[in-house]
């Protein structure tokens, strides 16, 4: 992970998640001195939680290769509950994944527990998508690919705005701060109940 961080642009907080409003240039050292360590409330409030689920599809191959972060993707027609109810940004939960029913599974028992995530939820400017997208890293090393099979998450939290960024170090070094608070704030109470929510399979 490099030091150099670069310039961002920080995307307002909106709930319209719109992917032409872009705010204004904020200096890179305010949200790296600035930004707490745990977010939210003691108890997770209004809309949270959201459940998305969906089978794991192909994303673009970015997060291990470019980030050392990867992600599952779920697709389009899982994002309604989000895109109603949230703004864009980087959000934190669990998330679970499991062999679709009646297929067999490479996956180990750990491997199917329900595991702390964080999410980028958006239009991940740093990359420019053409569509709105939900990147879950489940903080978990897996030793094979689960493509195709069903992932459920619970959304808890709100972490931040989608940066961005000029530097692909800057945006590595906000991810790895982005699990961090993911796991903090998640560590309270209110939010490690819902690790055992009867939403994921047992």
């Not at 992970?1 to 050292?29: F, H, L, Q, R, T």
């Not at 360590?37 to 673009?60: E, M, N, R, T, Y």
Request: hydrophobic share 35%.
């Amino acid at each position: 992970m490099g030091d150099a961080a670069g310039e961002i642009i920080a995307s307002p907080s909106v709930p319209d998640s719109s992917k032409d409003s872009v705010g204004p240039n904020v200096p890179d050292e305010y949200f790296r001195t600035s930004r707490p360590d745990i977010v939210g409330p003691d108890v997770p409030d209004a809309p949270f939680p959201i459940k998305l689920s969906g089978p794991v599809q192909h994303g673009f191959g970015r997060g291990s290769k470019d980030l050392g972060c990867p992600t599952a993707n779920l697709p389009d027609d899982s994002l309604p509950p989000m895109i109603d109810a949230a703004k864009t940004g980087v959000y934190y939960g669990y998330a679970q994944v499991t062999p679709s029913q009646g297929t067999s599974s490479s996956l180990s028992d750990q491997d199917v527990c329900v595991l702390p995530m964080v999410m980028s939820f958006g239009w991940n400017p740093f990359y420019k998508n053409e569509r709105m997208t939900a990147e879950i890293h489940i903080m978990h090393e897996f030793k094979t690919d689960f493509y195709g099979y069903d992932m459920k998450a619970l959304v808890l939290g709100y972490i931040r705005p989608e940066l961005h960024y000029i530097s692909r170090e800057a945006l590595i070094e906000d991810i790895e701060f982005d699990k961090k608070v993911a796991l903090k704030s998640m560590a309270r109470p209110e939010y490690e109940k819902y690790m055992s929510d009867p939403f994921f399979t047992v």
